[in-house]
């Protein structure tokens, strides 16, 4: 850095950058780790916060490799607030996985899993035995008068069981739920008390957002699509629908479906993958 010790110019940057550029070529890294702000923005001047980019891998077309933004070191030697040494761990397990497999998680967007759209009551059938006496993944979505528009149940990492209309209805006297349903869910308090208003006797049995709090204690990091996006370099998948966040019914149904399905999709990684670090 240039005395006393601040953050270069963009004119001083573009002065280094041809002679940093130019011996990172002639080391052909797999990956480069870029460390704070200043590293980041000399190899792509357009990102701005180190706050959102840390740990997220995008690809440099000047290097052709791949590079990962971190907090750097003295940040948190400092006591930042915002970082911990866990951020900056994962950001080198990001850099890692890229150097032993040449590319990181989600590299295409978001994963889509299979999703199974049921809507009438014959539909039901399909998961009514597969649901009995297991605790499963579930994110019910809502209208702007909290009356229950769309369900997605995950059952494992692959496909989501997506219930509307007479199927969502009918899902709650299904003998299996009415014996009683344990679920697993981000901030699942809202979940259930939606579950109740149907008539079916929930508990919560496993809840990813108190789960990363007990790893990190940290307010403003535990949402489900930040959570996503730093542990699996996932794009956040709301962004279509939050022109109707707050009435969503009157969001387009294809936009609906996916939403909610991801929802519980990313929620159900996050449980298998919190739950080894706990």
Not at 99 to 122: F, I, N, Q, R, S
Request: aromatic share 6%; charged share 25%.
């Amino acid at each position: 850095r240039p005395w006393p010790h601040r953050a270069p110019t963009a004119r001083e940057r573009s002065l280094c950058s041809g002679r940093l550029l130019k011996e990172l070529r002639q080391c052909s890294p797999r990956v480069v780790l870029a460390l704070g702000r200043v590293a980041m923005q000399a190899l792509a001047p357009e990102k701005r916060s180190i706050e959102q980019e840390h740990g997220v891998a995008f690809w440099s077309q000047e290097l052709s490799t791949w590079v990962v933004p971190s907090v750097h070191p003295a940040a948190i030697l400092r006591g930042s607030s915002k970082f911990r040494y866990q951020d900056l761990l994962e950001a080198v397990r990001t850099a890692s996985r890229i150097h032993d497999t040449g590319k990181p998680l989600g590299t295409t967007g978001v994963a889509m899993p299979c999703v199974h759209l049921l809507e009438t009551k014959e539909d039901l059938d399909r998961i009514a035995s597969r649901i009995a006496g297991t605790p499963v993944v579930v994110d019910v979505e809502a209208s702007s008068r909290q009356e229950p528009l769309s369900m997605a149940i995950c059952l494992d990492e692959k496909e989501v069981f997506l219930l509307m209309g007479e199927a969502l209805e009918a899902f709650a006297h299904l003998p299996a739920v009415q014996r009683g349903l344990e679920i697993i869910g981000h901030n699942a308090k809202y979940d259930v008390q939606l579950l109740w208003k149907m008539g079916i006797p929930a508990r919560i049995v496993g809840d990813t957002l108190l789960s990363s709090y007990v790893l990190d204690e940290r307010p403003g990091v535990h949402g489900l699509k930040e959570l996503a996006r730093r542990r699996y370099q996932v794009s956040d998948w709301s962004v279509e629908v939050k022109p109707y966040i707050e009435r969503m019914e009157e969001a387009p149904k294809d936009l609906l479906i996916r939403y909610n399905a991801l929802d519980a999709f990313y929620t159900r990684r996050l449980y298998r993958d919190l739950g080894e670090e706990l």
